[in-house]
């Protein structure tokens, strides 16, 4: 029987009313629940619900075009040189920019077997002061000593890309997303993978992950640009 | 009398001078809550008590390079243990389930929407979900989380952990309309409502807006905020019979006006 017949049927009564007047409100107030945190989500975290449109105001938009044509303008003076060099050069500066700009910093400091504490302290620290070499050195360490979790690998893979050693990061970051047992900084280090295959002149490679990386929220836009500059 | 030499001191002498110094530090370098703070703090007094079991007299010095060691882990051990549960201190994991229990989720929603973001990553990152289906999952764990916190079947440990795997039961279980293949023992999603239809619900809601005040809140607190009736009556100063026919008048009500806009 259809809900809105059944719940207003006669011939309901007693426990059985009770139990699916409970269902019918539990299920109402789920949906008041998600409705409310949908609309928290996209006002304060820029979470659209799927399907819809970032929202646009109407009144601004004859300023936001006069902006966006004022910045082409100052763009086009400041990247002049650019265009006249090879595509290759745009998204190179720009993976630059990113592996740059904000310094992925190490927090997982573990406990465990007091070597290996000391020895991912040590790594850690070095890696937070961006002495990658001493990182690098602690991290293999703690490979060969056969007790590398997913963390090592990933900062040892960071620490090869900051430091320039754009094959070793590949080789760190590419072994990193290809371990299914590895769950932590997965889609971070299929972003940092792309880079380093930018880096390395194999943009082609890097494809993949940044689409990866476009269907979701976090990078998504940087993700963009790079796809944009490559094709 | 035991000879010290001007340097040695006890632990608990040591621990008087050094509280306030760890505290402060505490506090300052890493954003801890005087409450968080003194927690660190104890556990670094246990291990250190711990280590110097067998001679709790040192030369300051002695104590000072052990803390060294000491503070740097318990510090990170807190932060990974905060960490694991979204930011949260197991006082401030309290803090809010108690607030949860007396109908305030403000603490809740604020933790698990800034959060929404990462879940959404992860089942698109693990599993390859789209967005649309990666979406839906995370909001129907958070509304299971909610309840779960509140009836206690969640609890503090690792609630990262336990709130991207039920995400991804549910993505599972509901969006790819697969059993699950993996049962996980500790992660014990609820049973799926009855579906009711988008045109039913919104029915309800119309009759619900006609309903006063008293009978809206009755209903909410006994359906959905798990009170019994003798908790709502005991507020509200009546008998539990009372009450019991308030809630039959209420429900008979909302049919009344479910009937009317159904038509």
Redesign the interface.
């Known amino acids: 029987m259809?809900?809105?017949k059944k719940?207003?049927d006669d011939n309901l009564q007693g426990e059985e009313?009770e139990a699916f007047?409970?269902?019918?409100?539990?299920?109402?107030?789920?949906?008041d629940?998600?409705k409310r945190?949908?609309k928290?989500?996209e006002e304060?975290?820029g979470?659209n619900?799927?399907?819809t449109e970032p929202r646009r105001r109407k009144g601004r938009t004859i300023y936001l075009w006069m902006g966006a044509v004022a910045a082409a303008v100052v763009l086009l003076f400041l990247a002049y040189p650019l265009f006249f060099n090879a595509s290759e050069n745009n998204y190179q500066q720009l993976a630059d920019n990113y592996i740059q700009e904000e310094f992925f910093q190490n927090?997982?400091?573990?406990?465990g077997d007091q070597d290996i504490?000391t020895l991912e302290?040590n790594a850690a620290t070095a890696y937070n002061n961006k002495a990658f070499e001493t990182a690098i050195e602690n991290y293999d360490k703690i490979v060969e000593a056969g007790a590398a979790e997913d963390r090592h690998i990933f900062f040892l893979g960071l620490s090869h890309l900051y430091q320039g050693n754009y094959q070793q990061a590949i080789e760190t970051l590419s072994g990193f997303v290809e371990n299914e047992d590895f769950?932590s900084f997965?889609?971070e280090a299929?972003w940092f993978l792309a880079l380093a295959y930018i880096k390395h002149n194999e943009p082609e490679k890097a494809k993949p992950f940044l689409e990866?990386i476009q269907?979701?929220?976090?990078n998504r836009q940087k993700a963009q640009n790079l796809l944009d500059l490559l094709e | 009398m035991e000879k010290r030499g001007p340097y040695i001191v006890t632990i608990e002498q040591f621990w008087r001078r050094f509280l306030p110094k760890l505290l402060s530090h505490l506090i300052k370098e890493y954003q801890f809550k005087k409450r968080e703070a003194d927690l660190v703090g104890q556990n670094v007094l246990d291990r250190l008590e711990s280590k110097f079991s067998g001679n709790n007299s040192q030369p300051v010095q002695v104590f000072h390079e052990a803390l060294t060691i000491i503070v740097t882990r318990e510090t990170n051990k807190f932060r990974r243990l905060m960490d694991k549960n979204f930011g949260l201190s197991e006082t401030s994991f309290n803090d809010m389930i108690l607030k949860m229990r007396q109908g305030d989720e403000s603490i809740f929603e604020v933790v698990f929407l800034s959060h929404f973001d990462f879940c959404l990553n992860y089942l698109q990152g693990k599993y390859k979900a789209s967005y649309e289906n990666a979406y839906d999952a995370t909001m129907n764990a958070m509304v299971a989380f909610c309840k779960g916190l509140k009836d206690e079947s969640i609890t503090y440990g690792n609630l990262k952990f336990l709130f991207t795997q039920m995400a991804g039961q549910y993505y599972f279980k509901w969006i790819r309309r697969e059993k699950i293949q993996e049962p996980m023992p500790e992660i014990d999603i609820p049973e799926e409502q009855d579906d009711f239809e988008e045109a039913s619900l919104n029915i309800l809601d119309k009759a619900w807006d006609l309903l006063g005040e008293g009978c809206q809140k009755l209903l909410e607190n006994f359906y959905y905020n798990n009170s019994t009736l003798i908790e709502i009556a005991k507020k509200h100063e009546k008998s539990p019979t009372a009450m019991r026919k308030q809630k039959q008048r209420c429900i008979e009500k909302l049919r009344g006006y479910f009937k009317q806009m159904n038509h």
């Open positions: 259809d809900n809105s719940f207003t009313l007047t409970e269902k019918f409100l539990r299920a109402k107030f789920d949906r629940r998600k945190w949908g928290i989500l304060k975290h979470i619900p799927p399907g927090q997982e400091i573990s406990k504490e302290i769950n997965q889609l299929s990866e269907k979701g929220s976090w």
